[in-house]
């Protein structure tokens, strides 16, 4: 372990910071579809107080796996990837700040607690951006964080989790969401639900994106139980977490409720099937 | 574990561990106090705000020609615990009981334990007469 320490990125000046201008260029890219959403900055200020700093606390844990499995740079121990997560939480933070003063959503004369709050919002899909960069822009050459990955199943399942919580959170925000559900049938939910788990199965194991799984030798019902229909859970899980946490499900009937989860899923399930690819 | 980097070894320390960046650790503190104090502002504000209704008041602050007409700008602080969405808030300008001019405008949010700004135009000069304010109403972000 000595040895490839050494090797880390975080031990040198220059490779860091070049990391870290990466991963700002990062959060500026994946943030930018939710800086630029009204709802974002609404609930920055009238969410529940206590809801939202959960939901920072949740973002550290999963900048953490990130981290461990993607990162903007490679990492060779846990307190190198707990220095990544704090860094791209950095980031996140500040570019958040910058690009909302200069949008002129974030002014000096406004409450401090409105302010923080705005920031910190989006602060999460910027810091997730910023993780995500080195992926994206960076150069690939992680086959051993590969095998690291596909050799862990509970690895495979936080991916995809990582994943239903990046597409999932571009989209809960808006109002459509709920509107959406209003519209739709039943019949509408159960023919989403179908349609998002065989998407889900279907880019992950069909299609030939990059990083597509092999089924390997398991069998077609072996593979569905465990990856996709555990990952259309770990989806809808997570749909509902973000719902409950922009305050979209208030005094909805557990019909709309679990119909706007199944519509949230959509995003999600497919943020799941496509973590490979993103992360 | 192949490939070991040539630079890396000149960021070895002398007794061969390689120590952190100094930019890593700034970066990460950075990091730890930004996170601390988003979750700390959030908690505290959760905890000292209440969950109560929005008490919205409203006050005029200064009257100035407009064009031909005059404007009210006026001034909204909400104290309760809660954001009011859609909040409106009516002007008149009185003679006694009677309503002159009535002005309304809507605010889209008055989130709690903050101030929106706004204003109401009126025909007649409402340094003249007495201006009533009132908040009509709200609904729940």
């Given at each position: ?279 | ?7 890396d070894i000149a960021s070895r320390d002398e007794d061969g561990s390689a120590s952190v960046s100094r930019l890593a650790w700034i970066s990460s503190g950075l990091g730890l106090l930004l996170f601390l104090g988003s979750v700390g502002v959030l908690g505290y504000e959760g905890i000292t705000r209440g969950n109560g209704p929005p008490v919205i ?85």
């Open positions: 372990m000595d040895i490839t320490r050494q090797r880390s990125f975080l031990h040198d000046e220059a490779q860091f910071a070049r990391a870290l201008a990466r991963a700002a260029a990062g959060a500026i890219i994946f943030a930018l579809p939710l800086l630029m959403t009204m709802e974002m900055w609404e609930l920055g200020f009238y969410m529940d107080r206590f809801r939202l700093a959960l939901f920072i606390l949740v973002t550290l844990p999963v900048l953490f796996g990130l981290s461990y499995f993607a990162g903007f740079e490679e990492t060779f121990c846990w307190q190198d990837d707990l220095i990544d997560a704090l860094s791209a939480f950095a980031v996140g933070f500040l570019m958040s700040a910058a690009l909302l003063t200069v949008f002129a959503i974030v002014r000096l004369d406004q409450p401090l607690p409105e302010i923080i709050g705005k920031i910190a919002l989006q602060s999460v899909p910027a810091s997730i951006g910023a993780m995500l960069a080195r992926k994206q822009l960076g150069q690939q050459d992680d086959a051993d964080r590969e095998r690291r990955i596909r050799s862990s199943y509970p690895g495979e399942l936080f991916l995809m989790g990582a994943g239903a919580l990046f597409v999932g959170f571009n989209v809960a925000p808006t109002e459509e969401m709920i509107l959406i559900s209003y519209k739709m049938s039943p019949w509408h939910a159960v023919a989403l639900a179908v349609l998002s788990l065989g998407l889900l199965h279907i880019f992950v194991y069909t299609v030939g994106f990059a990083g597509q799984e092999s089924a390997g030798d398991d069998g077609f019902l072996s593979v569905f139980l465990r990856f996709s229909v555990a990952g259309y859970g770990i989806a809808l899980l997570i749909s509902l977490y973000l719902l409950w946490t922009f305050e979209r499900i208030a005094g909805l009937s557990m019909m709309e409720l679990v119909t706007a989860t199944v519509v949230l899923g959509f995003p999600s399930a497919l943020g799941a099937a496509t973590a490979r690819l993103i992360v | 574990m192949a490939d070991i980097r040539e630079n008041t409203a006050v005029v602050e200064e009257v100035v020609p407009a064009g031909p007409r005059w404007l009210a700008h006026i001034r909204l602080t909400n104290d309760g615990g809660k954001t009011g969405a859609k909040v409106q808030v009516e002007g008149q300008l009185m003679a006694g009981d009677e309503a002159l001019e009535t002005s309304v405008a809507e605010f889209d949010y008055v989130p709690a334990g903050s101030e929106q700004k706004g204003g109401l135009f009126f025909d007649r000069d409402p340094r003249a007469h007495a201006l009533r304010l009132r908040v009509l109403g709200y609904v729940e972000p």
